[in-house]
């Protein structure tokens, strides 16, 4: 059926994969455009300014009372056979509002409906949630990448390489144990490595998609 573009996929492995870097599906949305209807089929684009980027088909399964019970993602990737991934759907109450009609969540097939999340993720193995895909929330790497940053700060200070020209030198501090110099010195270039992760992985991204890596 749909076909995913290839350049939604994400090729490296130093850095952990973000919310932001794989397609998604949202339960909600295809609820509000009025998509569920059990045994219809329809197309999935997604977009990314405005292009399609990748296509899927979407089967709706019958389920109690006449709504959708499931969901099944049909695709197919570059250069392989057509994939069918069926996905529960789970009408949920909303809570404290009786007369408000309840809304659909995904059953997440990895977990086996432990988790129920409005957000599914497709990742190299089917559809699975957040915490399935091992994703982290964009923010949450800047975080980490933020203290990486800070670290080699700190461990700058502590050589006295704070400017470009100390940093060029790499001097000695004069009160400081030659022992004591080489472990920082070890140390800053680990932190360094650390924090250059996310460019690393961007450049040998590019580079395999330049197909010159
Ligand atoms: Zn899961």
């Known amino acids: 059926m749909g076909g995913l573009g290839s ?42 300014e405005d292009r399609v980027i990748s296509t899927m088909g979407v089967e709706v399964l019958p389920g109690e009372d006449g709504r959708a019970g499931g969901v099944v993602w049909m695709f197919s990737r570059p250069n392989s056979d ?48 957040r915490e399935c895909l091992g994703l982290v929330h964009v923010s949450q790497r800047l975080t980490r990448y933020d203290r990486a940053f800070r670290a080699v700060g700190r461990t ?10 100390n940093r060029m030198l790499r001097l000695k501090p004069k009160h400081m144990h030659w022992k004591t110099f080489a472990k920082l010195v070890a140390e800053l270039e680990r932190q360094e490595r650390k924090a250059m992760e996310p460019a690393v992985a961007v450049l040998a991204r590019f580079k395999k998609r330049a197909g010159i890596g």
């Open 7 to 48: 350049g939604r996929w994400h090729g490296y492995q130093t850095v952990k994969a973000t919310t932001e870097d794989l397609l998604r599906a949202d339960s909600r949305v295809w609820h509000r455009m009025g998509l569920l209807v059990p045994g219809e089929t329809f197309p999935w684009h997604w977009k990314r």
């Open 82 to 129: 057509e994939e069918r991934h069926p996905v529960g759907i789970h009408w949920r109450d909303t809570l404290g509002t009786k007369d408000r009609p309840p809304w659909p969540v995904f059953v997440c097939p990895r977990c086996d409906g432990k988790r129920k999340p409005a957000l599914l993720y497709l990742g190299k193995q089917g559809p699975g949630c």
């Open 156 to 165: 700058r200070q502590r050589l006295g390489w704070d400017t470009p020209e």
